[in-house]
């Protein structure tokens, strides 16, 4: 059985250490960090994320300041919303609530965060850094960033590794894979149209799957003793919870546990991280505003 990579209690020592820097800067400046959330239109799953996000916020001691729009605001509003809080001294990340309804231009709304508070790392400013060699970024995408530093904070060696990652989305898969490049992994990126799947995810020392397919990687995509990220957050039917369904990972875990040298788990291993790289992205903004960092 490989060794379980626990992103819930990663995620829980990384909190901790936020606290700690939190009531550091608040003592050598009187202020502390602060994150302002925009949710538009009550979708239960945005809700959910930002409420999530909030009590985060709440318990490492960091400001959270939300505005709720709805659905039908139209693009003007909502940039003057991110104007507002661009301008907003008390603000140092700004947290726009992905997927934005079909009126909205996302790009755009994302252009006009500011980058010193583009917590989510989605400005194309910072994209375009992460994948520039010798840039570096204002801010990380959190996911991405949650999965290194599972890979770190579990001693797994990137440089030199051969990293697959499947899935070439703008917040995870992509970011991810050039994450994985400047710690000098060799990295290829699958997708829809990767022939022979299987294959090349069996060439990956490191395997990390965001495609969003419940299950879809099997042992026999997997090199021996391979370290595998599953970002996956997928629900399955399932009429024995309560719910009527369940969470799985793109990994199917039980299929593959004994073949890898290490997994993380769905749920507990890559969703922990990201809200917890949220906040240390904040606290880092905050940090950088303050002249402490
Ligand atoms: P996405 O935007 O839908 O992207 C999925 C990617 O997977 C695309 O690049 C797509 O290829 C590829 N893909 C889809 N089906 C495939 C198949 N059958 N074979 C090969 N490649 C395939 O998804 P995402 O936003 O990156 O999210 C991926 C998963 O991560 C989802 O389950 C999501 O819920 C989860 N997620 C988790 C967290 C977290 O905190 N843990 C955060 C964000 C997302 P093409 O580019 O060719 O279409």
Not at 64 to 92: I, Q
Not at 99 to 128: M, Q, R, Y
Not at 265 to 286: E, K, Q
Request: hydrophobic share 40%.
């Amino acid at each position: 059985m490989a060794q379980l990579i626990d992103g819930k209690a990663i995620a829980a020592a990384i909190r901790e250490e936020i606290k700690e820097e939190v009531t550091k800067i608040e003592a050598a400046v009187g202020k502390v960090p602060g994150l302002a959330t925009v949710l538009v239109g009550n979708r239960t799953d945005s809700t959910t994320y930002v409420r999530m996000k909030r009590k985060a916020c709440e318990e490492v001691g960091i400001e959270s300041f939300h505005t709720e729009l709805p659905e039908s605001v139209s693009e003007e509003e909502l940039l003057s919303c991110v104007e507002r809080l661009n301008s907003d001294p008390a603000v140092h990340g700004i947290l726009v609530q992905l997927p934005l309804p079909k009126h909205i231009n996302e790009e755009k709304i994302l252009s006009a965060i500011s980058i010193e508070k583009d917590v989510d790392g989605f400005h194309p400013v910072n994209i375009g850094r992460l994948a520039m060699k010798s840039r570096t970024p204002r801010f990380v995408p959190c996911t991405p960033r949650g999965c290194i530093e599972l890979l770190d904070r579990s001693n797994v060696a990137i440089e030199g590794k051969c990293a697959v990652v499947l899935g070439r989305s703008n917040i995870v898969g992509l970011p991810v894979s050039l994450l994985l490049l400047h710690r000098n992994a060799t990295v290829t990126i699958c997708h829809s149209k990767t022939k022979d799947l299987p294959a090349v995810c069996r060439q990956g020392d490191i395997l990390i799957a965001a495609v969003g397919r419940a299950n879809m990687v099997k042992r026999d995509w997997i090199k021996p003793g391979a370290v595998v990220i599953d970002v996956g957050i997928n629900s399955v039917p399932d009429s024995s919870k309560k719910s009527g369904y369940r969470l799985v990972g793109d990994v199917d875990f039980d299929d593959c546990k004994d073949v890898c040298s290490m997994i993380t788990p769905v749920p507990g291993g890559t969703g922990p991280m990201t809200i917890a790289m949220l906040l240390r992205n904040c606290c880092d903004g905050a940090k950088e505003a303050f002249g402490l960092a």
